[in-house]
């Protein structure tokens, strides 16, 4: 991976928003016992903004003079990334504000992107704690090194249509990801909690899958303008949700599901290593499903297996793994949970694509 230094055009200037709420409460407590003095030793100007609510960060994000900053960094779970993410694309200039280098301190439950981009910088060290990881990512930080990261776009039913950079999750995983949330005070070990209290009551889930294989060309970043100036992001490969997916994509035949994510990081959390092969930047959606009638013994083994990356080595056959462009989900179970980046967005019908590097992440 190809990795430049902007970062390093002193003085860089770096907003670290932090969410004094996320994981067990302690963010600000993280911050000042184990980041502040890297920072200041490093010559690393900051500003801190503590946020007040959720979607405050959005709000921010989407005024903010955007010139006035080199980075934004955000102190939470992956919940805040996906506030600001959001925030950035919400803007008349979404094109220049998303190539903002964005960063990422460990300070929630769910810190599947810090995770990985630990991974995607030190291959073979593992660690022990969140704050071993907190560490890694603060000397990320510090050194500066920015890539490119790819964003899905996701459209749901109601024809909203938000930007994801970690995952989409219906069934097991998305259950999971919600009904743990009353465990954040516990800390990341909330996925295991939630996995254990899932298992006793494995549920199928109907829906309809399809996906466009990763097989095509690379796909380019088309805009369109909407009259005005301002430039819209298109989706070139999806078709209306209520038309049927065009004849190049692979219609998955089974519709009873134990579970579908869709991941383009390497980590889902911190210790669930879901895409072993995935980049940033690659430029893929990696798809896996689970088909029902798989036992529960078995999918326990599959998790396990997945803190060192080896599900797809268990020989399941239940389990499937696709490299993808766009996917499409329509659930057929009347409720459900849907989440994308860990949030829970409206349940029904969903579709999405990969847009190859257009966000920039600050990694190792
Ligand atoms: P965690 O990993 O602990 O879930 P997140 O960063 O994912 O931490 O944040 C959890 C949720 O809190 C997200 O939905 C986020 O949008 C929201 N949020 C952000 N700032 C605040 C705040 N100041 N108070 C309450 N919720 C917030
Ligand atoms: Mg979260």
């Given amino acids: 991976r190809r990795l430049e230094c902007p970062l390093h055009e002193r003085p860089c200037r770096v907003m670290i928003l932090v969410n004094p709420n996320s994981g067990r409460g302690q963010a600000l407590q993280l911050f000042s016992g184990h980041v502040q003095t890297m920072l200041t030793e490093a010559s690393v100007p900051y500003k801190l903004v503590i946020t007040e609510a959720k979607n405050h960060a959005r709000e921010l994000v989407r005024k903010v003079d955007l010139t006035q900053w080199d980075a934004l960094v955000i102190l939470s779970g992956d919940g805040l990334l996906f506030e600001v993410i959001n925030g950035l694309m919400d803007r008349e200039d979404w094109q220049q504000a998303i190539q903002t280098p964005l960063g990422i301190l460990p300070g929630g439950s769910g810190n599947a992107l810090a995770a990985s981009v630990h991974h995607y910088s030190f291959p073979s060290a593992g660690f022990s704690q969140t704050k071993e990881l907190l560490l890694s990512c603060g000397f990320m930080l ?34 999971v990801d919600v009904e743990s949330e009353k465990y954040r005070h516990v800390g990341p070990i909330r996925f295991l909690m939630g996995t254990l209290v899932r298992l006793a009551t494995l549920r199928v889930y109907q829906g309809r899958l399809a996906y466009l294989p990763n097989t095509i060309s690379k796909t380019s970043v088309e805009t369109q303008s909407d009259g005005n100036t301002k430039a819209l992001l298109l989706d070139s490969l999806l078709p209306s949700l209520d038309e049927p997916v065009p004849e190049s994509w692979t219609v998955v035949k089974e519709e009873d599901f134990v579970l579908v994510l869709a991941i383009y990081q390497s980590h889902l959390a911190e210790d669930l290593w879901a895409a072993p092969g995935a980049l940033p930047d690659d430029g893929a959606i990696h798809l896996f499903y689970v088909v029902a009638g798989i036992s529960r013994p078995a999918l326990l083994r599959l998790f396990l297996a997945m803190e060192k990356g080896g599900h797809l080595d268990c020989g399941c056959p239940y389990l499937v793994y696709e490299k993808v462009k766009a996917f499409r989900l329509e659930p057929l179970t009347p409720q459900g949970m849907i989440a994308v980046d860990g949030e829970t967005v409206e349940y029904g019908p969903l579709q999405a694509q990969v847009h190859p590097g257009i966000a920039r992440l600050i990694s190792g």
């Fill in 142 to 175: 510090c050194k500066g090194l920015v890539g490119s990261m790819d964003l899905v776009s996701v459209h749901l039913s109601s024809r909203q249509r938000l930007f994801s950079f970690l995952s989409i999750a219906w069934g097991f995983v998305a259950d």
